[in-house]
């Protein structure tokens, strides 16, 4: 499998960094990293929209400088890369993200381990960080817990480590499908099921809550099912879009019939805790 290296030169880098991100997500980007004034993106080759992707960078160029180039790489190790910068994430007080790499902090109650690999969702990225926090606000003790777009698995394995009777992980990448596997076993949790695949695997399945971190236009799409498979009471959180897209995805959580319970944002990124 073949990536596409997407670098874009942002001067000055923020906000614009945060709405390139949430905008290449919503046409298949999977990996980001930031690097000073530089933004690296990452896109399997085969499914890379070159001019969609221009479209989207030029679309700031009045607001910011930018520079950009894309670059094809060969599948590599990406461990090296991520370990030269990714250090331990503190989501609150019972609850870190490290590597295996990182030392053991026995003075937290859930020590959750990832290996990043190219997949999504170390704790770093605001909206894993909004997400893996709020569950911490919903007692998950023998529930059925949905994970869309589950990455590396984190949200699976905070939400097992909290209880859950039985968490289902779907992702369509299978790169993110076999890192969630091995960091499941990492993390000694044994009731997640993953599957490679979208949302038509949950089809005549009913869940009591339900995990979405992907981005706008795909939970635009999917709010429906997800709503169908929910029990009443069931419980969604869905991030993976700005505070700017607000209005659109409540307008449609609205006409679907969802509660809005609790709204959260860190900079530019927002989640929404929602209620069947």
Request: aromatic share 10%.
């Amino acid at each position: 499998m073949s990536y596409t290296e997407l670098t874009v030169e942002l001067k000055p880098m923020q906000p614009f960094a945060d709405i390139l991100v949430a905008r290449l997500n919503e046409i298949n980007y999977e990996t980001f990293l930031l690097e000073e004034n530089i933004l690296k993106c990452y896109i399997q080759t085969s499914i890379l929209q070159k001019n969609e992707s221009i479209d989207i960078i030029l679309s700031l160029s009045d607001q910011t400088k930018i520079n950009y180039f894309f670059n094809k790489i060969d599948k590599k190790n990406w461990n090296a890369k991520w370990e030269e910068s990714f250090s331990p994430v503190k989501i609150n007080s019972n609850c870190i993200i490290r590597a295996d790499f990182h030392k053991e902090n026995k003075d937290i109650e859930h020590e959750i381990v990832i290996t990043p690999k190219m997949s999504f969702g170390t704790g770093h990225h605001e909206t894993t960080f909004l997400m893996s926090n709020e569950i911490f606000n919903i007692k998950l003790t023998n529930l059925s817990i949905l994970d869309m777009g589950s990455g590396t698995g984190v949200l699976s394995i905070i939400s097992s480590k909290l209880g859950a009777k039985e968490v289902m992980a779907i992702d369509i990448d299978e790169w993110a499908y076999e890192n969630s596997i091995e960091n499941s076993i990492l993390n000694n949790t044994n009731n997640i099921n993953f599957f490679k695949g979208d949302v038509s695997l949950i089809r005549n399945k009913n869940f009591d809550c339900i995990l979405a971190n992907i981005n706008r236009n795909i939970i635009l799409r999917d709010l429906v099912t997800y709503y169908k498979s929910l029990i009443n009471g069931g419980k969604l959180l869905i991030s993976g879009f700005l505070v700017e897209d607000f209005d659109i995805v409540n307008k449609k959580i609205n006409e679907i019939g969802f509660k809005l319970i609790n709204k959260k944002n860190k900079n530019k990124w927002l989640m929404l805790h929602l209620e069947k």
